[in-house]
């Protein structure tokens, strides 16, 4: 993993329920001059607002979901602005990792996650990476082609029914015929010729008669030039 040290500092807060575990990564975090421990409280006890108030880029967290916190968070808008969100010990399990993926958490450490892994994932984050482990990056993919399987697929938009004279119109238009040739050809006042091209340009959504033409024939229309 790229771990370059951002230009400006990181205000991290730390939403750990494991107070050891707190209380080592503060530790950790300090000796790092490119990060600022901005806040750090047990989800159990955590008012939203002291989060919101800090200011956090990265919020790192060691439980799913991040409730009641997260909860709290829907009447204000979501997370505070640009915040990202750091899960670390966790289970390999599926389907909290892919539902940690979905609330919008973009870096997620196992238990066995290394204090050079934790610093290297809130750097990245921060400069607008994500990060797994490797054996849930499958998981992800998986996830991601079931959903795009389970799409519908957008309906086509139906084919126009023209009438008959319509499709007689059309085909003067694409032999390149005026208004008024296609009127004496057809025995039609201007006026009227003018008015059944404006519904063929509204039938096919088209902004001009040459556009009228090459849609109508894509719907399947026989159109000779």
């Not at 208004?179 to 006042?189: D, M, P, Y």
């Amino acid at each position: 993993m790229n771990d370059c040290v951002p230009s400006s500092s990181i205000r991290a807060f730390l939403l750990i329920e494991n107070r050891l575990l707190r209380e080592a990564l503060v530790r950790l975090f300090r000796k790092r001059s490119d990060l600022e421990v901005v806040g750090q409280a047990s989800p159990t006890n955590e008012m939203p607002q002291g989060v919101f108030e800090s200011k956090c880029n990265v919020l790192v967290g060691d439980s799913f979901p991040l409730d009641p916190l997260r909860g709290s968070f829907v009447g204000k808008g979501g997370m505070p602005d640009g915040c990202r969100i750091i899960l670390v010990g966790m289970e390999p399990g599926e389907e909290q990792f892919i539902a940690a993926v979905r609330s919008g958490v973009t870096g997620y450490l196992l238990q066995d996650a290394s204090a050079s892994d934790v610093i290297s994932t809130v750097r990245a984050v921060f400069r607008g990476e994500a990060v797994c482990p490797r054996q849930l990056c499958s998981v992800l993919f998986r996830s991601v082609a079931q959903m795009s399987a389970e799409m519908p697929l957008p309906d086509s938009p139906a084919k126009p029914d023209l009438t008959l004279r319509q499709q007689q119109l059309v085909t003067l238009v694409a032999k390149g015929l005026t208004n008024k040739e296609i009127a004496s050809h057809l025995n039609l006042s201007e006026f009227t010729v003018r008015n059944h091209i404006h519904r063929i340009l509204k039938q096919v959504d088209a902004g001009s008669r040459s556009e009228a033409v090459e849609a109508i024939r894509a719907y399947g229309y026989t159109i000779s030039a």
